[in-house]
């Protein structure tokens, strides 16, 4: 496949991580599930869908025509064919998805996710090598098409590394049963019993003996209260109460992501390294209460995993890079 057709493909790509990602709400995502009703999740579908292979469709002839002036690939019957395929394989493949999550539990959920996602490249990948393969000579002859290739690598590297890699990394946590899988944050006992001390001290501070008594009683009966509760997940706070600070450690993961992607593709491991043990440091030093052993394993769990999903991206992106002939400085 010439290396027009690979720009193309990336733009296409692109294109798919967009609509895929970043405009498919939450709201959206709900609605095309099964559980509120078949008719409803069908029409939600083919509409994403259609709006999915529109711009695929969109994007590819304005590369061709706009940026190349290839005129003589113009043809609305062409755009018609490529419309039909992209929507009719987006949404035969995303209907089978979400069919099948219905019917799968734990770990075979992120791996449907992954599935789905490997299938919607492959569908753009064969299409667009099967109807424009014999223009990638051609295509290359731009010179500046070099450039525009190694501009939507980095844009395709980054629009990954972003919203769809803490996807996936939650979506790993979530069906593997690490942490979980939680959507809630636990009130630890440590922290109750620092609540429970300070009450117990401004109560007892003008008491007697016998007052001291009745009130250590009363509130250990409560203290053991508390402690059943949040054994049976009674005491746990709702992740979407608290999303301000929810957000800020996912800013945190993407400003990571691509502080190691940039470091990468200029060849600075030991860069890495120590941005990966300025994170550990900073992290491991807010971890004081009783349940923080835990708490440290899913930490390092999420930044390993993280980890290898950037490392893989900034390879590919940087053999792409040397392939097609831009000098990358390596300050290893």
Do not use: W
Request: proline share 0%; hydrophobic share 55%; with cysteine.
């Amino acid at each position: 496949m010439g290396h027009g057709v690979t720009v193309l493909f990336l733009l296409l790509l692109l294109v798919h991580i967009i609509f895929d990602f970043y405009l498919q709400t939450e709201e959206m995502v709900r609605e095309k599930a099964f559980d509120n009703g078949i008719g409803r999740a069908l029409k939600a579908h083919l509409f994403h869908a259609v709006m999915h292979g529109f711009f695929l469709c969109l994007s590819c002839f304005a590369f061709i025509y706009v940026l190349l002036g290839c005129t003589n690939l113009l043809n609305f019957m062409l755009f018609v064919l490529l419309f039909s395929l992209f929507t009719f394989f987006h949404f035969a493949i995303d209907v089978a998805k979400s069919i099948t999550s219905l019917k799968v539990k734990g770990f075979y959920c992120f791996a449907v996710f992954l599935f789905d996602q490997v299938l919607h490249i492959l569908t753009i990948f064969f299409v667009i090598y099967y109807f424009f393969c014999d223009y990638g000579v051609y295509i290359y002859d731009f010179n500046f098409i070099k450039y525009v290739g190694g501009v939507l690598i980095f844009a395709c590297s980054i629009a990954f590394l972003l919203k769809p890699s803490s996807i996936i990394v939650y979506l790993f946590f979530k069906s593997s049963g690490i942490g979980d899988g939680s959507e809630k944050v636990k009130i630890t006992k440590s922290k109750i019993a620092e609540l429970l001390y300070i009450v117990l001290n401004k109560e007892l501070g003008d008491s007697d003996v016998k007052d001291c008594k009745v009130a250590v009683n009363k509130y250990k009966k409560k203290a053991e209260e508390i402690v059943i509760g949040i054994s049976d997940g009674q005491a746990d706070i709702d992740i979407r109460t608290i999303s301000k600070v929810n957000n800020a450690g996912r800013f945190i993961g993407y400003l990571e992501r691509l502080i190691i992607f940039l470091f990468l593709i200029l060849g600075s491991v030991t860069a890495v390294v120590a941005v990966l043990a300025m994170k550990t440091a900073l992290r491991f030093s807010d971890l004081k209460d009783d349940n923080d052993s835990g708490k440290a394993e899913y930490i390092m769990i999420g930044t390993f995993f993280s980890l290898i999903v950037t490392v893989i991206i900034s390879v590919l992106a940087r053999m792409y890079l040397i392939e097609i002939g831009i000098k990358i400085n390596d300050f290893s």
